[in-house]
């Protein structure tokens, strides 16, 4: 069964740092495009980052979150992380990774709509707050 678990949330004070991990079940990862959005209450759901498969080997970012947010590929593990630093409370939300189909999303502008990716994971939380 094809599953994405996400893990690593939880309550930081801003400027702190967390990692996120999505971890992958019945398909290899790195054959697709993985990507992390977020959701604060109240608002739309929202894209943060997108990695490519390894064969495309391309990773992209929303601007509010260059330069403090990256995405890398533990092919050991069949797992995405999302390592954040330099966190805001503006990050806060919960945080969900997504598969999309072909792999090659992430080269597209359409690659921040939910509508381009079948599997979800349940989320995990991230507070930033003082």
């Known amino acids: 069964q094809v599953q994405l678990k996400e893990s690593g949330g939880g309550l930081v004070q801003p400027g702190q740092s967390l990692r996120l991990s999505c971890a992958a079940s019945?398909?290899?990862?790195?054959?697709?495009?993985i990507a992390w959005f977020r959701q604060a209450p109240g608002k739309e759901r929202e894209a943060v980052s997108c990695?490519?498969?390894?064969?495309?080997?391309?990773?992209y970012y929303i601007g509010s979150v260059r330069g403090r947010f990256s995405v890398r590929r533990d092919d050991y593990l069949n797992t995405v992380n999302l390592q954040m630093n330099s966190l805001k409370p503006e990050d806060t939300g919960m945080y969900y990774c997504?598969?999309?189909?072909?792999?090659?999303?992430?080269?597209?502008?359409?690659?921040?709509?939910?509508?381009?990716?079948?599997?979800w994971g349940p989320g995990t939380m991230v507070t930033v707050s003082s």
């Open positions: 997504a598969r999309d189909v072909s792999g090659r999303t992430c080269e597209h502008p359409q690659w921040m709509r939910p509508t381009q990716y079948g599997t």
């Open positions: 019945g398909f290899t990862s790195n054959d697709y495009a």
């Open positions: 990695i490519s498969s390894s064969s495309v080997g391309v990773n």
